[in-house]
């Protein structure tokens, strides 16, 4: 079974709404990454942190924000939700100097905005 | 155009079929190329990576990229039904910090 665990699974929330979701990463990883995976499609790049510093950011705009704590566990926001941000949120976590070879993923967490 | 694409499938094979995944890419940066195995509800699972041309093989599974062409691909020998899945391909620049998945594409294997 994965180290890294998000919560919560699903989550339903209407339009204009704020979310939070969350993720513990696997012991040892300080980097931890987000990727939106809308239904059919494959994960998109959000952003990533490194030592509690955002370290790289996709094509997403400014209403998407994260933190990560000295635990190494991590969060994602997004205000102001709209229909298209319905997806499936997954959280990646790896070891120093490995980036995105190293990379263990969460189950994800379904988020639906109606 | 995406800077990834994949064959969307489904690909539907017999078990015990052997099945070709294939991938083209458009960003000359990219160094290492990944092979997630994702099933359904699930988060995608690493099932290879190799850097820059070559092959690679681990058990039933070969890894091989042409790097002049921009073309990856995915072998599975002797395919079982527990190998249905979506398959993604992830290259990643240099940095390794970052992957561009393709859009993934769905195998079922059927008994």
Same mark, same amino acid.
């Given at each position: 079974?994965?180290?890294?665990?998000?919560?919560?699974?699903?989550?339903?929330?209407?339009?204009?709404?704020?979310?939070?979701?969350?993720?513990?990463?696997?012991?040892?990883?300080?980097?931890?990454?987000?990727?939106?995976?809308?239904?059919?499609?494959?994960?998109?790049?959000?952003?990533?942190?490194?030592?509690?510093?955002?370290?790289?950011?996709?094509?997403?705009?400014?209403?998407?924000?994260?933190?990560?704590?000295?635990?190494?566990?991590?969060?994602?926001?997004?205000?102001?939700?709209?229909?298209?941000?319905?997806?499936?949120?997954?959280?990646?976590?790896?070891?120093?100097?490995?980036?995105?070879?190293?990379?263990?993923?969460?189950?994800?967490?379904?988020?639906?905005?109606? | 155009?995406?800077?990834?694409?994949?064959?969307?499938?489904?690909?539907?094979?017999?078990?015990?079929?052997?099945?070709?995944?294939?991938?083209?890419?458009?960003?000359?940066?990219?160094?290492? =190329?990944?092979?997630?195995? &994702?099933? *359904?509800?699930?988060?995608?699972? +690493?099932?290879?990576?190799?850097?820059?041309? $070559? /092959?690679?093989?681990?058990?039933?599974?070969?890894?091989?990229?042409?790097?002049?062409?921009?073309?990856?691909?995915? =072998?599975?020998?002797?395919? &079982?039904? *527990?190998?249905?899945?979506?398959? +993604?391909?992830?290259?990643?620049?240099?940095? $390794? /910090?970052?992957?561009?998945?393709?859009?993934?594409?769905?195998?079922?294997?059927?008994?």
């Amino acid at each position: 079974e994965t180290g890294v665990t998000q919560s919560p699974t699903h989550l339903i929330k209407t339009r204009g709404q704020q979310v939070t979701l969350r993720c513990s990463s696997q012991s040892g990883h300080n980097t931890v990454s987000w990727y939106q995976q809308a239904l059919g499609q494959g994960p998109q790049f959000i952003f990533q942190y490194y030592r509690e510093e955002e370290n790289g950011r996709g094509n997403f705009p400014p209403r998407f924000s994260g933190l990560q704590f000295p635990n190494y566990s991590s969060e994602l926001n997004v205000n102001a939700l709209e229909l298209d941000d319905s997806a499936l949120y997954l959280c990646a976590s790896s070891f120093p100097g490995q980036g995105a070879r190293g990379y263990t993923f969460g189950s994800g967490t379904r988020l639906t905005v109606v | 155009q995406k800077e990834v694409e994949q064959d969307p499938g489904p690909l539907s094979v017999p078990e015990g079929a052997i099945v070709s995944l294939n991938c083209t890419y458009s960003n000359s940066a990219f160094q290492y =190329f990944m092979w997630y195995r &994702q099933y *359904s509800r699930k988060g995608p699972e +690493l099932l290879m990576y190799t850097y820059s041309s $070559g /092959n690679k093989e681990d058990g039933r599974f070969t890894a091989q990229v042409d790097k002049s062409s921009k073309y990856i691909s995915l =072998f599975i020998r002797d395919s &079982q039904p *527990s190998d249905s899945a979506t398959y +993604l391909c992830a290259p990643s620049n240099n940095a $390794g /910090n970052m992957l561009t998945f393709g859009g993934g594409t769905r195998l079922m294997v059927k008994p």
